[in-house]
């Protein structure tokens, strides 16, 4: 995989069709520092004194270099959702420091690979979202199936309370399942996708059956 630390400044100016090298590289720190958050363009364009246009090319430069992808939020019946801001997802997570950030990225990493997995095998057409309305109410991932919310996935590294703005988000969506997945507990032979409610379950069950649930739904 090529990574822009493995890039000379000449390459990456070459790549970026871009002068100033020095700011793009502060952009590239930034965000490999800011792993399962969301991207506010203008923000980041005021953080390096750029254009907004700037900063979003420069982010479709990193997704194209594999560095990263974006996670665009699903808002069909959701209230008054944020249609632009999409997260940002490193594709290495081993070493991000903040523990919730470093699972959060894991997961979506496994995700991803399987909603591309599904389209090359021609399951159907599968799309990685997250969820958000104003009231800053989130859910980490949605699953989307042939344009249709599957399940919901919210990370957890230790509680085990079940959060409500899971049955919140699945009202809305409709998705057959939402999960909240336990980083700290152990695999249980359990099969999750057989559970329709907002159910807690541990992340190592939930990514060894991932693979395997879509073809349950043929």
């Not at 249609?83 to 919730?100: M, T, Y």
């Not at 152990?186 to 693979?211: E, K």
Request: proline letters at 4%.
């Amino acid at each position: 995989m090529v990574g822009a630390k493995q890039l000379s400044r000449e390459d990456l100016r070459e790549v970026a069709q871009v002068a100033d090298v020095g700011t793009l590289e502060t952009l590239m720190q930034i965000l490999a520092e800011r792993s399962a958050q969301q991207l506010i363009y203008s923000n980041l364009a005021c953080e390096i004194q750029v254009s907004v246009d700037t900063v979003k090319r420069w982010v479709d430069l990193r997704v194209r270099l594999r560095y990263g992808f974006t996670v665009r939020p699903w808002v069909t019946n959701i209230a008054k959702a944020p249609r632009k801001e999409p997260n940002w997802i490193l594709r290495v997570w081993s070493g991000l420091a903040d523990g919730r950030a470093r699972a959060e990225t894991l997961v979506a990493c496994h995700l991803l690979k399987a909603v591309d997995g599904w389209n090359d095998l021609g399951f159907g057409e599968f799309e990685l979202r997250y969820v958000r309305d104003k009231q800053k109410r989130e859910e980490d991932f949605l699953l989307v199936k042939n344009h249709k919310p599957w399940f919901l996935v919210e990370v957890k590294m230790s509680d085990t309370s079940l959060s409500p703005t899971l049955a919140h988000f699945q009202a809305q969506t409709q998705a057959a399942h939402a999960f909240q997945l336990m980083v700290s507990l152990a695999c249980q032979p359990a099969d999750c996708f057989r559970v329709h409610r907002p159910v807690v379950v541990p992340a190592r069950t939930f990514l060894s059956q991932l693979l395997r649930a879509c073809e349950q739904q043929r």
